[in-house]
């Protein structure tokens, strides 16, 4: 889910990630087109598997990060304890930025570390001890136990974050709209713009620059019953216009565009451009998928590389529930696919059945809901057929006579 929204001058495009395993292909496309993570961990089921996968794509994508503690309205949160652990797993460079003033019900309020060095003095020297490691000047402040000033932390503190130096984490209850400002701040002041950021080519690298030539990557493609096919794309380098007609390098093609829009949720903005760094979508385009590229003319081709998208294994069988749905199945599944290419489809030759791969048995429920509520096609996901075969199994001997007279010199053996 893309939620395009303006804070303090300045446009974030948040993309909404399930941190199920099920759904790790929507992490690594959301990877491929950030600029950095948020990772969020529940404060009362404690540090999950989704955290330690989101943290190890963030890895691969070589983004800088936050973690944000959610839930601290609910009972039994314990952020000290969740902060302990991540510190252990995660190492020291993840220092809490900020303090709940209390959990469950008594939480009303955060206490921001960098101004408030009363409140929390064993959060706060942490702070400052992670942040003075990563710069010589403070590191010799601290070490002569000089006070070391909010600016000068703040500074040092947002270098820190854009080389992954150092990991804040901050506390939120979503529900009780607590820290969710505080948390939308620290976005725009530690988290890098995409201007200036280089991404890698399947040739060389290109720039993040309004001025440079146009580059724009499809990392996400859906189906929507009412505007059809949406193509979600960063633009890496350049200016996207909507009158413009990019070609397609994958496809070796020209696509119009006609309309380009920001996503809040399910609502639509329509812009006239889309500038180095943005993130938008495209609609009803005939021939891109998820991964192409798009550059201005086919004598400018360069092509960014493949998702490192995870391999499926899990296997279920699909049957129609009516012959109508049968007829419509083989076109569904081409466009389950298009949104979803983690999803592989295949055809037993032995059973005659057809088989979805997934990476587990939640991927396929929501493919098969997805094709009764989208493409109006009803199948049972079920466990597919076992092909047994039978083979020699032991060691025999016997004899034959043949003969055979049909006329002439017949047959003996």
């Not at 804070?7 to 909404?16: A, P, S, T």
């Not at 820290?179 to 040739?203: F, N, Q, T, Y």
């Not at 599944?333 to 791969?357: G, V």
Request: aromatic fraction near 4%; charged fraction near 25%; glycine fraction near 6%.
């Amino acid at each position: 889910s893309l939620l395009a929204v303006e804070w303090e001058g300045h446009r974030i495009n948040v993309l909404d990630a399930p941190g199920y395993a099920d759904f790790d292909c929507e992490v690594v496309e959301a990877c491929v087109a950030a600029d950095a993570a948020l990772i969020t961990v529940d404060a009362v089921g404690g540090m999950q598997a989704g955290v330690e996968t989101s943290w190890a794509h963030a890895d691969e994508a070589g983004l800088p990060r936050m973690l944000l503690i959610s839930r601290l309205d609910r009972e039994n949160a314990d952020f000290d304890g969740l902060v302990a652990a991540l510190r252990e797993r995660f190492g020291t460079k993840v220092v809490p930025l900020a303090v709940p003033d209390g959990v469950a019900r008594d939480f009303t309020a955060t206490i921001d570390l960098l101004s408030d060095a009363e409140a929390a003095p064993e959060a706060r020297e942490m702070l400052v001890e992670s942040v003075a490691e990563t710069n010589d000047e403070l590191l010799d402040k601290y070490l002569e136990g000089d006070e070391i000033s909010a600016d000068e932390l703040s500074a040092a503190l947002a270098v820190a974050v854009a080389a992954g130096d150092v990991v804040p984490v901050l506390p939120v209850s979503a529900v009780a709209e607590i820290g969710v400002k505080e948390l939308m701040d620290r976005i725009v002041a530690l988290l890098p713009s995409p201007l200036g950021r280089e991404h890698a080519l399947e040739d060389g690298s290109t720039t993040t620059d309004p001025s440079g030539p146009l580059v724009a990557h499809v990392f996400k493609t859906t189906a929507d019953p009412f505007v059809g096919r949406l193509t979600f794309l960063k633009v890496l380098s350049g200016t996207l216009k909507a009158d413009q007609s990019p070609y397609n390098v994958q496809r070796e093609t020209t696509e119009r565009l006609g309309h380009l829009f920001l996503h809040r949720g399910k609502e639509q903005i329509e812009v006239s451009e889309l500038v180095a760094g943005d993130i938008g979508v495209a609609a009803k385009l005939s021939d891109t998928l998820t991964g192409d590229t798009f550059v201005a003319t086919a004598a400018d081709a360069v092509t960014v590389p493949p998702l490192p998208l995870p391999v499926p294994t899990y296997r279920s069988a699909l049957h129609p529930t009516t012959k109508a749905d049968v007829d419509k199945l083989s076109s569904a599944l081409q466009r389950i696919q298009e949104q979803d290419p983690s999803i592989h489809i295949d055809r037993d030759p032995d059973t005659h059945e057809i088989l979805m791969i997934t990476i587990g048995d939640a991927q396929v429920n929501v493919a098969a809901q997805r094709l009764a509520e989208t493409f109006g096609v009803a199948v049972d996901a079920v466990l597919p057929l076992v092909p047994y075969r039978e083979t020699v199994s032991a060691t025999a001997r016997s004899e034959y006579k043949h003969k055979k007279q049909s006329g002439g010199h017949g047959q003996y053996g």
